[in-house]
Protein backbone atom coordinates (compact mmCIF):
# COMPACT_ATOMS: atom_id res chain seq x y z
CA UNK A 1 0.00 0.00 0.00
CA UNK A 2 3.19 2.38 1.04
CA UNK A 3 2.64 6.14 1.48
CA UNK A 4 -0.60 6.79 0.27
CA UNK A 5 -3.07 8.73 0.54
CA UNK A 6 -5.68 5.39 0.68
CA UNK A 7 -3.38 4.56 3.76
CA UNK A 8 -3.70 7.60 5.70
CA UNK A 9 -7.62 7.67 5.41
CA UNK A 10 -7.44 4.18 6.73
CA UNK A 11 -5.55 5.34 9.91
CA UNK A 12 -6.92 9.03 10.16
CA UNK A 13 -9.36 8.81 13.02
CA UNK A 14 -6.60 6.72 15.30
CA UNK A 15 -4.20 9.15 14.20
CA UNK A 16 -6.04 12.51 15.55
CA UNK A 17 -7.17 11.00 18.55
CA UNK A 18 -4.10 9.51 18.97
CA UNK A 19 -1.70 12.26 22.22
CA UNK A 20 1.84 13.18 20.48
CA UNK A 21 4.63 10.47 21.33
CA UNK A 22 6.63 12.75 23.50
CA UNK A 23 4.94 16.25 24.68
CA UNK A 24 7.95 17.73 25.42
CA UNK A 25 9.36 17.32 22.83
CA UNK A 26 7.19 18.15 20.61
CA UNK A 27 6.91 21.33 23.05
CA UNK A 28 11.02 21.94 22.06
CA UNK A 29 10.50 21.74 18.39
CA UNK A 30 7.58 24.32 17.96
CA UNK A 31 9.58 26.76 20.47
CA UNK A 32 12.59 26.29 18.14
CA UNK A 33 10.73 26.94 14.88
CA UNK A 34 8.65 30.09 16.83
CA UNK A 35 11.62 31.33 17.49
CA UNK A 36 12.59 31.59 13.74
CA UNK A 37 9.51 32.86 12.52
CA UNK A 38 8.23 36.25 12.05
CA UNK A 39 4.96 38.26 12.21
CA UNK A 40 4.69 39.16 8.24
CA UNK A 41 5.86 36.03 6.98
CA UNK A 42 3.93 33.07 4.61
CA UNK A 43 4.45 29.95 5.39
CA UNK A 44 3.30 26.76 3.82
CA UNK A 45 3.32 22.89 5.93
CA UNK A 46 3.87 19.82 3.49
CA UNK A 47 2.24 16.84 5.06
CA UNK A 48 0.51 18.41 8.02
CA UNK A 49 -1.52 16.05 9.01
CA UNK A 50 -4.21 16.75 11.39
CA UNK A 51 -3.21 20.53 11.12
CA UNK A 52 -2.24 20.68 14.92
CA UNK A 53 1.39 22.05 14.28
CA UNK A 54 0.45 24.62 11.86
CA UNK A 55 -2.96 26.07 13.72
CA UNK A 56 -0.14 26.36 16.80
CA UNK A 57 2.14 28.34 14.82
CA UNK A 58 -0.83 30.12 13.26
CA UNK A 59 -0.07 33.65 15.66
CA UNK A 60 3.30 33.48 14.74
CA UNK A 61 3.20 34.25 10.70
CA UNK A 62 0.53 36.15 8.34
CA UNK A 63 -0.39 32.93 6.58
CA UNK A 64 -0.43 29.29 6.29
CA UNK A 65 -0.95 26.83 3.95
CA UNK A 66 -1.28 23.42 4.96
CA UNK A 67 -1.23 20.57 2.76
CA UNK A 68 -1.78 16.94 3.11
CA UNK A 69 -3.09 14.36 0.45
CA UNK A 70 -5.55 13.14 3.20
CA UNK A 71 -8.61 14.81 3.06
CA UNK A 72 -10.19 13.52 6.43
CA UNK A 73 -6.71 14.65 8.30
CA UNK A 74 -7.49 18.16 6.81
CA UNK A 75 -11.52 18.07 7.98
CA UNK A 76 -9.73 18.17 11.30
CA UNK A 77 -7.52 21.24 10.67
CA UNK A 78 -10.62 22.80 8.77
CA UNK A 79 -12.94 22.15 11.86
CA UNK A 80 -10.48 23.40 14.55
CA UNK A 81 -9.69 26.46 12.62
CA UNK A 82 -13.18 27.12 12.24
CA UNK A 83 -14.12 26.58 16.24
CA UNK A 84 -11.10 28.28 17.06
CA UNK A 85 -11.81 31.53 15.11
CA UNK A 86 -8.28 30.90 13.02
CA UNK A 87 -8.67 32.88 9.98
CA UNK A 88 -4.68 32.60 8.85
CA UNK A 89 -4.21 28.99 8.40
CA UNK A 90 -5.72 27.28 4.36
CA UNK A 91 -5.98 23.62 4.39
CA UNK A 92 -5.46 22.41 0.65
CA UNK A 93 -5.71 18.88 -0.12
CA UNK A 94 -2.29 17.88 -2.75
CA UNK A 95 0.09 16.30 -3.08
CA UNK A 96 3.98 17.89 -2.81
CA UNK A 97 3.83 16.46 -6.47
CA UNK A 98 1.48 18.64 -6.72
CA UNK A 99 2.72 21.86 -5.54
CA UNK A 100 3.84 24.45 -7.61
CA UNK A 101 7.16 26.11 -6.97
CA UNK A 102 6.65 29.06 -9.40
CA UNK A 103 5.85 31.08 -5.63
CA UNK A 104 8.54 30.38 -2.80
CA UNK A 105 7.93 30.70 1.23
CA UNK A 106 9.36 32.41 3.70
CA UNK A 107 8.84 29.01 6.14
CA UNK A 108 8.74 25.44 4.59
CA UNK A 109 7.79 23.13 7.18
CA UNK A 110 7.65 18.95 6.66
CA UNK A 111 7.76 17.32 9.64
CA UNK A 112 7.29 13.24 10.09
CA UNK A 113 7.18 13.32 6.24
CA UNK A 114 10.65 13.10 5.00
CA UNK A 115 11.71 9.54 5.96
CA UNK A 116 7.49 8.50 4.28
CA UNK A 117 8.69 9.55 0.82
CA UNK A 118 10.47 6.88 -1.51
CA UNK A 119 12.30 9.80 -3.61
CA UNK A 120 13.15 11.20 -0.02
CA UNK A 121 16.33 13.93 -1.93
CA UNK A 122 13.21 14.76 -4.52
CA UNK A 123 11.16 15.75 -1.46
CA UNK A 124 14.12 17.82 -0.53
CA UNK A 125 15.18 19.33 -3.96
CA UNK A 126 11.86 20.28 -3.61
CA UNK A 127 11.24 22.06 -0.45
CA UNK A 128 14.46 23.91 -1.00
CA UNK A 129 12.87 25.17 -4.26
CA UNK A 130 9.93 26.00 -2.28
CA UNK A 131 11.57 27.78 0.36
CA UNK A 132 12.46 31.91 -0.92
CA UNK A 133 15.84 33.38 -0.04
CA UNK A 134 16.40 34.15 3.44
CA UNK A 135 14.16 31.96 4.47
CA UNK A 136 13.63 28.66 6.60
CA UNK A 137 12.95 24.69 5.88
CA UNK A 138 12.36 23.37 8.84
CA UNK A 139 12.18 19.01 9.42
CA UNK A 140 11.74 16.53 11.60
CA UNK A 141 12.86 13.21 9.99
CA UNK A 142 13.32 9.79 11.30
CA UNK A 143 16.88 8.70 11.07
CA UNK A 144 19.05 5.32 11.16
CA UNK A 145 21.30 6.07 13.24
CA UNK A 146 19.92 6.31 16.64
CA UNK A 147 17.78 2.77 16.40
CA UNK A 148 18.82 0.04 18.21
CA UNK A 149 20.03 -2.75 16.04
CA UNK A 150 16.76 -4.70 17.10
CA UNK A 151 14.57 -1.78 15.10
CA UNK A 152 16.43 -1.47 12.47
CA UNK A 153 15.90 -5.49 11.69
CA UNK A 154 12.17 -4.80 12.75
CA UNK A 155 12.22 -1.60 10.21
CA UNK A 156 13.36 -4.30 7.56
CA UNK A 157 10.59 -6.56 8.19
CA UNK A 158 7.57 -3.55 8.57
CA UNK A 159 8.85 -2.35 5.34
CA UNK A 160 8.22 -5.88 3.70
CA UNK A 161 4.85 -5.54 4.88
CA UNK A 162 2.41 -4.51 2.11
CA UNK A 163 -0.41 -2.35 4.47
CA UNK A 164 2.47 0.13 5.66
CA UNK A 165 4.53 3.11 4.57
CA UNK A 166 8.33 2.08 3.84
CA UNK A 167 10.16 3.91 5.94
CA UNK A 168 13.51 5.48 4.05
CA UNK A 169 16.66 4.30 5.77
CA UNK A 170 18.39 7.66 6.16
CA UNK A 171 21.51 8.59 8.33
CA UNK A 172 21.24 12.07 10.15
CA UNK A 173 24.50 12.46 7.96
CA UNK A 174 23.18 12.08 4.33
CA UNK A 175 20.11 13.88 5.64
CA UNK A 176 21.98 16.89 6.25
CA UNK A 177 24.04 16.88 3.14
CA UNK A 178 21.12 16.48 1.25
CA UNK A 179 19.75 19.91 2.89
CA UNK A 180 23.35 21.75 2.21
CA UNK A 181 23.29 20.27 -0.92
CA UNK A 182 20.27 21.98 -2.43
CA UNK A 183 21.91 25.22 -1.03
CA UNK A 184 20.46 25.67 2.47
CA UNK A 185 22.06 26.01 5.77
CA UNK A 186 21.75 23.82 8.74
CA UNK A 187 20.90 26.29 11.57
CA UNK A 188 19.48 23.91 14.07
CA UNK A 189 20.67 20.06 13.80
CA UNK A 190 18.52 18.60 17.25
CA UNK A 191 18.37 14.80 18.14
CA UNK A 192 16.71 14.25 21.62
CA UNK A 193 18.33 11.84 23.27
CA UNK A 194 17.06 8.97 22.84
CA UNK A 195 15.04 9.92 19.79
CA UNK A 196 14.51 8.35 16.46
CA UNK A 197 14.10 12.20 14.76
CA UNK A 198 16.24 14.34 14.06
CA UNK A 199 15.11 17.88 13.67
CA UNK A 200 16.83 20.40 11.80
CA UNK A 201 16.31 24.35 10.88
CA UNK A 202 17.81 25.13 7.86
CA UNK A 203 18.08 28.74 6.11
CA UNK A 204 18.93 29.48 2.03
CA UNK A 205 21.05 32.24 1.85
CA UNK A 206 19.66 35.60 0.70
C1 LIG B 1 3.27 10.80 10.03
S1 LIG B 1 2.07 11.92 9.44
C2 LIG B 1 2.74 13.46 10.06
C3 LIG B 1 1.68 14.50 10.19
C4 LIG B 1 2.16 15.82 10.79
N1 LIG B 1 3.15 16.47 9.95
C5 LIG B 1 2.71 15.59 12.17
O1 LIG B 1 3.90 15.86 12.40
O2 LIG B 1 1.95 15.13 13.03
C6 LIG B 1 2.42 12.01 7.73
C7 LIG B 1 1.41 12.88 6.98
O3 LIG B 1 1.96 13.21 5.73
C8 LIG B 1 0.98 13.05 4.73
N2 LIG B 1 1.73 12.77 3.50
C9 LIG B 1 2.58 11.73 3.28
N3 LIG B 1 3.14 11.83 2.08
C10 LIG B 1 2.64 12.95 1.51
C11 LIG B 1 2.83 13.58 0.24
N4 LIG B 1 3.66 13.06 -0.68
N5 LIG B 1 2.14 14.70 -0.03
C12 LIG B 1 1.29 15.22 0.90
N6 LIG B 1 1.05 14.68 2.12
C13 LIG B 1 1.73 13.55 2.42
C14 LIG B 1 0.09 11.92 5.23
O4 LIG B 1 -1.20 11.98 4.67
C15 LIG B 1 0.08 12.19 6.73
O5 LIG B 1 -0.96 13.04 7.10
Known amino acids: MANTPFFWKLISRNYIASPVANEEIYQEKLERTRRALRPDWSM ?48 VEASLDDIDTKTSFDAVLMLSVIHLIPDWTSAIRKAAQLTRPGGIFVSSTVTIDTMPTKMRAVLSLVNLLPVLPTVARISRAALVAEIEKNGLI ?15 IARKPT
Open 186 to 200: VEENWQPEGHDSVFI
Open 44 to 91: IEIGCGSGNTALTHAPYVKHITAYDFCGPMLEHGRTRAANEGIENVEF
